[in-house]
Each structure stands twice: as C-alpha cells, then as structure tokens.
C-alpha cells in the first residue's frame, strides 16, 4: 500500500495536462475582420461631402441670381449711332493703272563713244537738262570740213557771177554771141546749187554736232542709268540710253461696266466735270484727287467694259507709273438723305434691318426695324425707313433679340476722336446712370449728331 502511494505523484507529474478544444488566435485575422466592419463609414463620409458641394453650389447660383440675374436675361452691351440728315456721293468703284502722260525712251542719232553721263538714276530733271555726252571731236572735225567746202564753192559762185556781168556788157555791145553769155548763165546756176548743197551739208554736220549732247526732251523721272562712260553706241540704234517718265500731271486708266456709261454721258453731256479720286490698296488712304479727261471710243467685247482716262496733278508725286490704284468716280450726289453707319445693317432671308434703341423709365431696350438701304459711301449708307436722331446699334449682334435690354458702351477717351470719324451717335451713359443715359438718346443728343456729320 505504502509503495503504491509513493509512486502515484510520479506517474501524474510524468504525463502533461489534456485541454479540449484549444483556440488558436491570428493576428492578420483579426486585423482584416475589424477593418472591414467600418466600410460605412467611409461611405457616410463621401455623402457628406457630396451633399455639402451641393449645397455650396446652389448658394452661388443664388447669389449671382440676387447679383445679376439670369446670364441670358442680362443687357447687352451696345455702341450706338444717330442717325442724321446729310448729302452722299453715287461712286463708280473701279481698280486702275497709273499711267504717265509722256515716257521717253532716249537713243542715240549719232555714233561714237560716251564721254560723260551727268544723271542720277531717279533723278528728276527738266526739259533741256544734259543726260549723256558723245565724243564730239569727230564732228567737230566734219563741220569743219563743210564749212572750208562751202567757202570755196562761194567763191566760184562769185566768179562765175563776175563773168556773167562781163558777158552781159559784151552782149549789150555785140562783141560776143548770145550762145556764149547763156552757157555762163547755166555755169552760175550750177555753182549756186553746189553752194546749197555745201550748206545744207554744213547744217546737217551742226545738227550731228548737237547729237553728240543729248539733253531731256521731257520733264521728268529718269530711270536707272543703262549706260556707262566708254561705251560705243550706233547711230538710230534701238537700244535705250536713258528712259524718262513725266510724273506731273500723270493719268490713270481704268475701267467701267458698260451699263454705267449712260449715267456718265448724261452727267458730260450736263458740263460737268465728275471727281476721281484714286486710293490705294487697301482702299483706306486717298492718293489724289483729279477728273475725268475722256473716254475710250470702244467698248471691249470680251469683257463688256470701257475704258476711262483721268488726270491727276500729282505734285507730291503720291501716284507712281504702273501703280495699281482703286479709283472712286463721283457720278452723282444724293441730298438730304438719312444716313447710318453701314455696320449697322444686317441681313437675313427677309431682307435688310437694324436694331432700333429705344429708351423708357426702365432702360434701353433694342427693337427690330426693316429698312431700305440705299447708296453706301464707305462707312454710310442712305437708307428708307429710319427717322433722322434714331438710335441704331453698331454691334453685338451676336447676342442682340428683338426686345432686348441693352447697355450703352461708353466710349473711351482714346478712341473719342477715332468714334467721332468713324461712327455717329455716341451715348455718354455709363451702366450706373442707365436712365439717363437712356433718355439723352431719345431726344437725340447734340453730340451724336456733330459725330455723324463729322464723319461724312
């Protein structure tokens, strides 16, 4: 019993401990679980936010609707132009060639070698002003020549007139047979020819003496120089020394459709002299004014149009041979039309209309008008169906309806000047004294109208 006893303790330290269903625990486990079990909150957080954006967005829109009203609702901004009484011009646009009255291609009449050039090339010069100098020595020499011939020839004339007295004194006295006294008759008619030809030798010799300095037939604008001293030219050769253009006065040629030529003889017929005014390319800048001088005799069949000449004084020599001008021909003028800046026309498939403004209590509000355009002159036009001190507009009309608010653009001080040429009618109201504004372009402000006629 004892041994058992002792021997218990042993066995049950020797043997570990059983535990029923142990539990393993994992930390990445348990990481993942917890995390995954707040997914919305994230979600919450994002409605918030998107809520809250919203909100925010709809408080602007609200603000700027207090502020400003609805963006298609809002004025348009206009600039403005009176329209007024005046007198247009009925032109004949047409492009055209400068042409010079006279341009002189100068050769040589004698042979020999150039000794001195005394032009510029571009210079102007005057009729009788030396160009070019040919050795003169050679006939210097021939006029010498001629004139010792003709010496001698008139001395055998006056001999042969001495005999011709002593045979008519024999004759008289019957010493000598009338045969004899008529054959030196004949020798005197043949020396008198022979000194005619000497003179006419002498005279030729001077002229080719003359040649031999070429002076300018014209007045003019010489070209580049084509020759040098120590070049041999030939007598009436074809090759040009020097060319020589006249600039003052110079003409310009254009050209016409042949349904305006009615309106031209009708006026010529009348006595009147019609303007020309010639422009240069960009049809911005007036080159100089002249008139008419004539028409061709012909119209061209090919093209169905006649040719027109005019003449310019030229004396700041604004025009320049073979230059290519736009050309303006008054045919007639218009009075006491109204006129508006063309701008402000527009079109559509009904025809021509403006926007009239008109002004209230409430503000300037711009109405469709349909108008007749007539004659345009640039930047006017006469037209039927506006009123003289009628407002029109000039711009936006990219935004402008029939019923519109608008607002007046006042313009800047800078462009003052440049509105006060180019367009009519401008309002002084600034957005902040609408009313006022509105009201002084109904009674057709004063300044509007200086403006316009100003501009014509």
Do not use: C
Request: no cysteine; glycine share 8%.
């Amino acid at each position: 019993m004892e041994s058992q006893t002792s021997q218990q303790p042993i066995t049950e330290k020797s043997q570990p401990p059983i535990v029923e269903n142990p539990i393993i625990e994992n930390p990445i486990t348990e990481k993942s679980t917890r995390s995954g079990s707040h997914w919305w909150v994230w979600v919450l957080a994002v409605v918030v936010l998107l809520v809250g954006i919203t909100i925010w967005s709809r408080r602007g829109a609200d603000t700027e609707a207090k502020a400003g009203g609805d963006p298609a609702s809002r004025p348009v901004m206009v600039s403005t132009a009176t329209a007024h009484r005046g007198d247009i011009g009925v032109f004949l646009n047409a492009l055209g060639a400068v042409t010079p009255v006279y341009t002189v291609t100068v050769t040589s009449r004698v042979q020999g070698e150039i000794t001195k050039v005394y032009y510029r090339e571009g210079q102007m010069v005057k009729k009788g002003d030396p160009l070019i100098e040919i050795d003169p020595r050679p006939y210097q020499a021939a006029l010498t020549q001629v004139q010792g011939q003709l010496a001698h020839d008139q001395a055998v004339l006056s001999e042969a007139k001495i005999d011709l007295d002593r045979y008519k004194q024999a004759l008289d006295r019957n010493a000598i047979a009338k045969q004899q006294y008529d054959d030196q008759q004949q020798v005197v008619f043949q020396d008198e020819g022979t000194v005619q030809n000497d003179e006419g030798q002498l005279a030729n010799a001077k002229v080719n003496l003359v040649y031999t300095q070429i002076t300018s037939p014209i007045a003019g604008r010489v070209g580049l120089r084509l020759v040098d001293p120590g070049n041999i030219v030939q007598a009436n050769s074809t090759t040009s020394l020097v060319v020589i253009t006249q600039l003052q006065p110079i003409t310009v040629i254009f050209s016409i459709a042949e349904d305006s030529l009615a309106a031209i003889q009708q006026q010529l017929r009348k006595g009147k002299t019609l303007t020309v005014d010639a422009f240069d390319r960009a049809e911005s800048t007036k080159l100089a004014s002249g008139k008419l001088l004539t028409l061709d005799n012909v119209i061209d069949p090919t093209t169905g149009t006649l040719k027109l000449k005019a003449i310019f004084d030229n004396n700041d020599n604004a025009l320049f041979p073979s230059q290519f001008v736009n050309i303006k021909l008054l045919v007639d003028t218009q009075h006491d039309v109204t006129l508006i800046p063309t701008p402000a026309i527009q079109r559509n498939a009904q025809g021509a209309y403006v926007y009239v403004i008109k002004s209230d209590g409430t503000g300037a509000t711009a109405s469709i008008r349909t108008i007749t355009p007539g004659t345009t002159d640039g930047a006017s036009t006469g037209v039927q169906g506006i009123e003289p001190n009628e407002v029109v507009a000039v711009n936006g009309f990219d935004r402008l309806l029939d019923g519109a608010k608008v607002t007046i653009r006042q313009p800047s001080k800078s462009a003052g000047t440049a509105a006060g040429q180019q367009q009519t009618g401008q309002s002084q109201a600034g957005q902040s004294q609408a009313s006022q504004s509105q009201s002084g372009q109904s009674n057709g402000s004063a300044p509007g109208g200086k403006n316009g006629a100003a501009r014509q």
